[in-house]
């Protein structure tokens, strides 16, 4: 009954004052012929108490609640504050920093200045009244006042403009701050890279999981490489879809991230394919008289299926798990960085040979309080790291010389800092280690079903000898284009009894829960030799490095 209720709320007890109701469609999207009851706020919280997300996933999949239901107000803070990285939200923060930005708390009369990282050709306001705009525009203005590290996000404004239409100001604030600072999940991309590694995704995927969808929209742009299409993906589902369909979108996207704009996006793409399958069809026309893009988006604003049928098609596309859209992410990313690398200009070479090296101080220190890097094979070291990582100064986080041989002293002083590089010196004088690309915190997390992942790690991990030999071994599946068997993606793994890096038919670094002894094989993630001779090794010392804030 409280269901029925909810959706027959009056439209002015749903929207904040600064929402423009008029133009808000009202059409409701059944949520099946047989009426089935839908889902309360307080079921729901009450699956997320418990940590049953995976319940709460498939709800807000299938739950097709109206445009016009009060029960947005309370989710959607309830599933973003979910993401926050220190799960709290201090009362009143917002509205101090809008004091030390603006000195009061009024609407400025003038317009406020944006933060570089928005595009104003992507300034989404949907329905906010003209004093709506201008809250929206002093949360992004706070947002990048306490987030400088945001370089470039068009997503930024829409996604404060859509949180707005159910909440206040600093309700939207505060669930923003949420999402975009996630550390588990990704929601917002902030820099450029990033973004373009987003449209550069949906295409990879797309062409395999979706080939007639893909093949059928590359014939529409003969004279032009297709990659350009993929380039606005984003703006097809958060500028181009009616707004009954965004707000069901927001639904999912909030609780499980940006894949959900991956699956809407593709989904979008498999309909057109279908609607312009007939050469007589309006959408053909539009594109013969228009062109593809704006045929595209067309067609998304007047999509002739209801929100239901739009999310069942997103996730009924097979085989995008997360774990497999984030490796395809990564690798996609990585490939990204290296073509920069290479086809960058002979000032960005310098630049980091000379420039990025660690700071004379932080060479001091490290000769201060090292026992197995010498300047000489730092250098080394530092031209095998990503380049964004050579922006950060070396601090050595962990040592057996001063800390103790134990794993649990290990996981306390290392374990939230991400990236690390593990140096192993053994008593034969070797000197072979590894770049860890993700936090040994994560050793603990579990898959949707509850079950703690084995192995973790993305593929920009890579392993090094330094001495007798120099060798950098990276990620097999780095090599452009080339598949590699789940075997050869074990980067990580650690327990409270070992710690594991690389892994499939053997493993290239293994040491003990004390460490003190450890071995070293060939295996398939990095295809390396044995990292020392014998293979057995006892540790004479093990050293641990992360970098500054990185």
Known sequence: MLSVLEEESDIYEVFPPHVDTSEIPSQQDSPSSRKIPLKTYEEIDA??????KREVKIILRENCWSTHSTIRSQLWPRLCHQHAPDKSMQEGFYWDLVNQLFGTTELPEKGILLPQFVESQHKHYYHLTKAGIKV????VCVLGFA?????YSPMVYPITALLLHFMTEEECYNCLASIVSSKDIMFITQTKQLHEVTWRTVMHISRKHIKSAAVSLSRHCPNSRSERIYMDWIWWVLQGLPFNHLVRVMDTYIH???KVF??????ILVLFQKYTSDVNSRWSKEIQENGIDSALLSFCSQIPVSPRKLLRVAFGIRG???????????KTEMTLKSREV????????????SENLPTSQSQINIQMMSHTLTIRELFTLWSWLPMRITMYQPVLLYTTEEHGCSLTTFYIRVEQHEPTLLMIKTC???????????????????DERGNRNAYFGTGETFLFSLYPERAKYPWVGMDDGKSVHHAAELFMAADTKMITIGGGDGQAIWMDENIRFGKTDRCLTFNNPPLCQGRDFEIRVLEVYGFGTA
Do not use: H
Not at 47 to 52: I, P
């Open 47 to 52: 699956l997320l108490e418990c940590g049953k």
């Open 256 to 258: 499980e991230g940006i």
């Open 320 to 330: 995008l798990s997360s774990k497999y859209i984030r490796r395809v992410f990564v």
């Open 147 to 151: 987030l400088p590290d945001i370089t």
């Open 428 to 446: 034969n004088n070797e000197v072979f280690g590894a770049y860890c690309s993700s936090r040994w915190v994560e050793r603990n997390q579990k």
């Open 342 to 353: 290479l086809n960058g200009s002979r000032q960005l070479l310098r630049s980091r040979s």
């Open 262 to 267: 991956y699956r809407v996006s593709m989904a």
């Open 136 to 139: 929206a525009d002093r949360i």
